[in-house]
């Protein structure tokens, strides 16, 4: 069975940081782009960032460019979302999601094939 694990999530002041992992089982995700989305209360779920299969490529939504890192360890089981100068709006459920190599490049929720439950991050002011 196919399993994406989020943790790392927890309460944090404005300007710090967390580090969210995904842990993925259940089937050979080295040929899977992986990416991180959110959802606010109140708001759709919207696309965070991706990489590629190789880990070599990355994107990120405009909202969190410059502050945000996101990476996979070598055997490919494991991918991190580092966030730095979080904002009370960055407060939201961050989703793990993994799927095909072409879906690196979509910000569509549709597209990913596998998903996590989710993991808190609260940002306070």
């Known amino acids: 069975q196919v399993q994406l694990v989020e943790s790392g999530g927890g309460v944090v002041q404005a300007g710090g940081s967390l580090r969210l992992s995904c842990a993925a089982s259940?089937?050979?995700?080295?040929?899977?782009?992986m990416g991180w989305f959110r959802q606010a209360p109140g708001k759709e779920q919207e696309f965070v960032a991706a990489i590629s299969w190789s880990g070599t490529s990355t994107r990120y939504a405009d909202s969190v460019e410059g502050r945000s890192g996101i990476s996979r360890d070598s055997a490919k089981t494991t991918v991190y979302l580092q966030m730095n100068s979080l904002k009370p709006e960055d407060t939201a459920v961050y989703y793990c999601?993994?799927?095909?190599?072409?879906?690196?490049?979509?910000?569509?929720?549709?597209?990913?094939?596998?998903w996590g439950r989710g993991t808190q991050v609260t940002v306070s002011s």
């Open positions: 259940g089937r050979t995700f080295g040929s899977y782009a």
């Open positions: 999601a993994a799927g095909p190599s072409t879906t690196y490049s979509s910000a569509y929720v549709k597209t990913w094939e596998y």
